[in-house]
């Protein structure tokens, strides 16, 4: 499996933009880049998943890099309901490969 | 239901006893995906299934974990001799399969061993 790293913790203020970067250099040319997040006491959610181009959706935006070996989720105007934990994952189309996930990104969002 | 259902929520269960954890997936989903998260800690891979495929089984910690799933319905998780550290929450996920297809996880059951 493809394997990603993203930091460890992050903060951002409320009504800011935040920026989650994610590193998946070995990526191959037929694996997505999904994004999910786990609010505290709660079952991981989507958010957003690209394959080469960026996406936006009601929730978040996702930039990838051209050579598709990172990526950056942006929660534009972040409120409080966004601290989770995010994690990257790289799979091939989600229900042909499990999915695996890492220790993801902290996100504390501050008043 | 809507969305990924699991019982019981909550169990408290003592050490040597099996249990067993129940999961019902959205209907339609032929993936569907188990995992454990021990407190504060991230998730951990257990098993897959795909439809009628072999399910990769590849994340089962001991010979104490087994699941099964029932065509593309419920599935079990059985635990059997139950440890403390097999204190944890276990998640179930399931989805579509094609590209792109967004896995939809239920609440969780929170196992206590004591």
């Known amino acids: 499996d493809a394997k990603t790293t993203q930091p460890t913790s992050m903060d951002c203020a409320e009504g800011r933009a935040a920026n989650l970067p994610c590193n998946h250099s070995t990526i191959s040319g037929n694996e997505y880049v999904y994004w999910y997040r786990q609010i505290h006491s709660q079952g991981p959610q989507y958010i957003i998943h690209g394959l080469k181009n960026n996406e936006t959706n009601e929730m978040a935006s996702l930039i990838i890099t051209e050579d598709r070996k990172s990526s950056t989720l942006i929660l534009p105007h972040a409120t409080l309901r966004d601290t989770a934990v995010y994690y990257c994952?790289?799979?091939?189309?989600?229900?042909?490969?499990?999915?695996?996930f890492g220790q993801g990104t902290r996100l504390t969002i501050n008043p | 239901g809507a969305g990924v259902s699991q019982s019981p929520s909550n169990k408290v269960t003592e050490k040597g006893k099996d249990v067993e954890l129940r999961c019902d997936p959205i209907?339609?989903?032929?993936?569907l995906y188990w995992y454990r998260q021990r407190l504060g800690q991230g998730l951990e891979f257990l098993i897959y299934f795909q439809g009628n495929s072999a399910p990769d089984k590849s994340g089962l910690p001991s010979d104490r974990f087994s699941a099964e799933r029932t065509g593309e319905s419920v599935s079990t998780l059985t635990i059997q001799r139950t440890q403390q550290e097999d204190s944890a929450v276990y998640l179930c996920?399931?989805?579509?399969?094609?590209?792109?297809?967004?896995?939809?996880f239920g609440q969780g059951t929170r196992l206590t061993v004591v």
């Open positions: 996920a399931s989805s579509l399969t094609r590209g792109g297809a967004e896995a939809f």
């Open positions: 209907s339609g989903h032929t993936a």
């Open positions: 994952i790289v799979s091939k189309p989600q229900g042909a490969q499990k999915l695996v």
